[in-house]
Every structure is written in C-alpha cells, then in structure tokens.
C-alpha cells in the first residue's frame, strides 16, 4: 500500500474560474514522491485537473 499528505493548499481566483494549486507526497514501498498540482471548478460543478506534475 501507499499513503500521501495533500499540503499548501492555496486557492485563487481570476476572472471568475475558482482554482486550488496544492503540493502532494506518495509514500510507498519505494521511497517518497513529491508532486505540485492546480484543479479547476468546472461548468458542471465538480473540479477538473488542470496540472499534477511530479517535483
């Protein structure tokens, strides 16, 4: 199994589009991954990944 920690958690605004930019770490058997993300609030209501990248 693997576990994770979502943290920096900032959320922003521009020009009406709702997004949250946060940091991300995977801990597993393999050692420790660290990744930078950005969703969106799409139309419909729900959050669309824009960006999730490892670091």
Request: include cysteine; proline fraction near 2%; aromatic fraction near 10%.
């Amino acid at each position: 199994g693997s576990r994770g920690a979502i943290t920096e958690l900032v959320e922003l605004k521009d020009g009406g589009l709702t997004c949250r930019r946060f940091s991300a770490t995977r801990e597993s058997f393999d050692g420790v991954a660290l990744y930078k993300g950005e969703l969106c609030l799409a139309e419909a209501g729900g959050w669309r990944m824009q960006e999730f990248k490892p670091l």
